[in-house]
């Protein structure tokens, strides 16, 4: 008996085909179906009244209707999502039994977003470009003042919150630089893996903090990390430590995030994740605090001279989508085999959903 798997929304329907592929190699008894959020919500039901793995997208759970559909799935025993980061979900609004999966494939693009952001902030890129624009040659290296110099990363110390893939790529890449490495992490090691100095768990994390002149978050938000990067920890990080989230926003407290950097508390700040986002990204409204450009925050980081601002892009390649759908048809085929799915976050408890009705 042949079973479905559904792919939906334009970027799953154009990787479709690497699920596909593993299949054809590996389970000759599945069939992929796709639906690219046309609209034609008849079309979408057929698909979801025969699937029994399906693959979401953010096009089609940001379009109104579409997850609760999915939900009323008759057949659905295993979900997918092509990004890393479940803060958004609740076990207990999921059928009973049903797998929820991330997918991986995205830590190279993001951990050279990282090496770019401690590169861009060590040589002054920017600054150096307006100067030349502006007719500004004070920097040369003719010039022997120590102010006129920029920095290098050569036997700086990085510190990581959170040891996962995204981690992992960035300490080794890090570590072809020159730099030292260590990291603080949700369960402690048994041994020390290669590049750290050293690695620990949460309660070590003063003294990641205090050594670190590069502290980059790449942890789960969660009940634990939600604003652990508070006032407190700023005052134990050096004046001129660089922090760069490419986690969720909210791992680090938004009022002490400002001020810290306001103050020149700490040297700066990359920032790829944000405590709210526009509505529209291809036609941004105003900013709801101030007007003009919309923000990521209630505060105006755009005023500040110490921090570089991206719109949550780091992982936005084509490498990193292609890598995300092979990592998806992975753990495809892992729960098709009956393996256990690597990728495998959490199970449905459906105890949110007595009384509930799916639209």
């Known amino acids: 008996m042949t079973k479905k798997v559904a792919v939906f929304g334009e970027m799953g329907v154009n990787f479709a085909p690497i699920i596909e592929e593993y299949f054809a190699a590996k389970q000759k008894d599945w ?19 025969e699937c029994e793995a399906a693959v979401m997208s953010a096009d089609f759970i940001l379009t109104p209707g579409n997850f609760g559909a999915l939900m009323a799935a008759p057949h659905l025993k295993i979900l997918l999502q092509p990004w890393v980061g479940t803060d958004w979900l ?24 990282v090496l770019g952001t401690m590169l861009e902030h060590a040589l002054e890129l920017r600054t150096m470009h307006s100067d030349m624009l502006a007719g500004k040659w004070r920097r040369a290296g003719r010039n022997a003042a120590p102010e006129a110099r920029h920095g290098d990363l050569l036997g ?21 630089f020159g730099m030292s ?49 508070d006032a407190a920890a700023f005052a134990q990080m050096k004046d001129t430590a660089y922090i760069i989230n490419v986690a969720r926003g909210e791992v680090i407290d938004e009022d002490a995030l400002f001020e810290a950097l306001q103050s020149k508390r ?50 936005h390649t084509f490498g990193a989508d292609r890598g ?36």
């Open 31 to 49: 069939q992929v179906t796709t639906w690219a959020c046309d609209g034609d919500e008849a079309a979408r039901d057929a698909v979801l009244a």
């Open 90 to 113: 609740d076990e207990g609004f999921l059928p009973k039994g049903l797998i929820f999966c991330n997918a991986g494939g995205h830590a190279a693009p993001m951990a050279e977003y």
């Open 156 to 176: 700086k110390h990085i510190g990581i919150v959170g040891y996962g893939e995204i981690a992992q790529a960035v300490a080794t890449r890090a570590a072809a």
């Open 181 to 229: 490495v260590s990291a603080v992490a949700r369960s402690k090691r048994d041994k020390t893996p290669t590049p750290l100095d050293w690695i620990g768990t949460q309660t070590d994390l003063p003294k990641l903090l205090a050594e670190s002149d590069y502290l980059i978050m790449t942890c789960d938000l969660n009940d634990e990390t939600e604003g652990m990067i």
């Open 266 to 315: 700490i040297g700066g700040a990359a920032l790829d994740t944000w405590y709210r986002y526009p509505v529209n990204i291809a036609d941004t409204e105003p900013d709801p605090d101030r007007g003009g450009p919309y923000q990521g925050s209630k505060h105006d980081f755009n005023s500040l001279d110490n921090v570089l601002l991206t719109p949550h892009m780091a992982a």
């Open 324 to 359: 995300r759908y092979v990592s998806i048809a992975e753990s495809l085929c892992s729960y098709a085999e009956g393996a256990d799915v690597k990728r495998q976050v959490t199970i449905g408890t459906g105890e949110n959903l007595e009384g509930f009705a799916i639209p």
